[in-house]
């Protein structure tokens, strides 16, 4: 059973950096691909970005030039970071497994996500 | 980016209700369409993708139809555990976006 589970703190100051990660167990992190998303209060779900088995990464255009994400795959993990914070950050943050299932590109399955609050 | 829009934005039902839920995408996307159910406080849950297949476990009373723009998740005959807000997400092009949400309610 494939299970994910975030970590990281839930209150950042405006202007740092947020930064997360996630732990994936169950199966070989080298094998998929790993996405970060993210749901604001009273908002829809935003896709923030992906990263492959073999490194390389994807993100939304919204938020490109302020996200890294990365993989270390000796801990089975994945991190985001998000630089220059502002109180709009303040959301839920989730990863998941995905984009797969060929070109249908969906997501399965996610962690429980946690709330992360930027302070101003 | 692929606009979503979802109709309506909440509906109130019964148990044992039909409930039809719309997604509507702003440029043609063929099939490539999936639904998810987020229950309060809960991950999001991979029910239906490309359009009308069903992800494994996934309960026989939810289906999935629709393609170009024009969308539809139906829920036969709603049950408890069915109470929960449902998304879709356009799998066409990245960025990759999701429909605003639908909460079904009693």
């Known amino acids: 059973q494939v299970q994910l589970q975030e970590s990281g703190p839930g209150l950042v100051k405006s202007s740092e950096t947020l930064s997360l990660t996630c732990t994936v167990s169950?199966?070989?992190?080298?094998?998929?691909?790993w996405s970060w998303s993210r749901q604001s209060p009273g908002k829809e779900l935003e896709w923030i970005g992906y990263i492959s088995y073999t490194g390389s990464t994807n993100y939304n255009p919204s938020l490109r030039s302020r996200v890294t994400v990365s993989v270390d795959t000796s801990k089975d993990q994945f991190s985001l970071k998000l630089t220059s914070v502002t109180p709009a950050d303040t959301a839920v943050y989730f990863c998941?497994?995905?984009?797969?299932?060929?070109?249908?590109?969906?997501?399965?399955?996610w962690g429980q996500g946690t709330l992360v609050t930027v302070s101003s | 980016d692929i606009q979503m829009t979802q109709s309506p934005s909440s509906l109130s039902a019964s148990v044992g209700d039909r409930v039809t839920i719309t997604c509507r995408t702003s440029?043609?996307?063929?099939?490539?369409l999936n639904w998810y159910q987020q229950k309060s406080g809960k991950a999001p849950k991979l029910l239906i993708y490309?359009?009308?297949s069903f992800q494994s476990g996934v309960p026989s009373r939810f289906s999935g139809s629709g393609s170009g723009t024009d969308f539809t998740l139906t829920i036969s005959s709603l049950q408890p555990e069915d109470f929960a807000t449902y998304y879709c997400q356009q799998s066409y092009s990245s960025p990759y976006t999701f429909g605003q949400g639908t909460k079904v309610e009693i």
């Open positions: 440029q043609i996307i063929g099939t490539y």
């Open positions: 490309a359009a009308s």
């Open positions: 169950g199966v070989s992190i080298s094998s998929y691909y």
């Open positions: 998941a497994r995905g984009p797969e299932g060929g070109s249908y590109n969906w997501f399965d399955p």
